[in-house]
């Protein structure tokens, strides 16, 4: 299966250098593709002037669902939204309750639509007190299928979340300044053997330490150009010019 770390470089570059609703749709695309899934979504409801009824929102559904689910008041009796709302882990749709008549055809119409038989719901909170957003990701693999690949799909997706969440953030508010004389040579270092694709022990040959202080000065150099994990962390140093 494809992860996280796959992803190319340039293409979380492009995302970092040209910050714009259309380069963040062309991520979310990029990413549904990677790993073979039916269609990704991004609501946002917490930014300023959105609200549960009109969310930011980044999405690969048809526009044809999109306006029928509006048209139908889905959005109060959604349990993808409601309960994910309310969760802090992430929430497998074959756990949502479907008693209710409405549930029932808001499920079956969107089957029909494509939007996926298979679905999982990440909750995402922060950077600050009060904004969160849900991130959905749906298949139309079979139960079999989806059971075997699920939970390695959640690990990375949850990154994927975040990602799409700053980035989202970023498109709404002034971006929290970095301090580029915090992260040493060593940090850089690192960080440049990493962009080659090096893997841990390997720079740990390379620059003569064990491979924990290899992990500990790429984890604080991710820490301080808050990024969210080592590729992200890469992609910000690219972008600030501190590694070719």
């Known amino acids: 299966m ?23 749709d062309g991520f979310i695309e990029y990413v549904r593709k990677h790993y073979g899934l039916a269609n990704i979504a991004y609501l946002c409801p917490s930014f300023r002037g959105r609200s549960m ?16 689910y509006r048209a139908q008041g889905y ?25 209710d008549k409405k549930v029932q055809r808001l499920f079956g119409e969107a089957k029909d639509a494509g939007v996926g038989q298979q679905g999982l719901t990440i909750p995402v ?29 959640m690990k990375d997706l949850v990154h994927v979340a975040h990602y799409v969440h700053q980035r989202a953030y970023e498109l709404h508010a002034e971006d929290v300044p970095v301090d580029l004389n915090a992260i040493t040579k060593r940090e850089v270092e690192a960080l440049e053997w990493s962009a080659e694709g090096k893997s841990l022990a390997d720079i740990a040959i390379l620059m003569r330490i064990s491979t924990e202080t290899v992990k500990a000065h790429l984890d604080s150099a991710r820490f301080k150009l808050q ?8 992609t910000k140093a690219i972008r600030a010019g501190l590694i070719q």
């Open 2 to 24: 494809a992860s996280l770390e796959d992803v190319d470089v340039r293409t979380l570059l492009q995302l970092e250098t040209d910050l714009t609703d259309q380069t963040l």
């Open 53 to 68: 009824v009109d969310p930011f929102a980044n999405m690969t559904y048809s526009d044809a669902w999109i306006e029928h």
């Open 75 to 99: 959005a109060p009796v959604d349990p993808v939204i409601n309960i994910g709302a309310r969760s802090v882990l992430p929430v497998d749709w074959a756990r949502l309750p479907r008693i």
């Open 125 to 153: 909170r922060g950077p600050t007190n009060g904004l969160w957003a849900l991130f959905i990701a749906t298949s139309n693999e079979s139960d079999a299928s989806w059971s075997g690949r699920r939970f390695e799909l």
């Open 227 to 234: 990024a969210l994990n080592r590729v992200h962390a890469v």
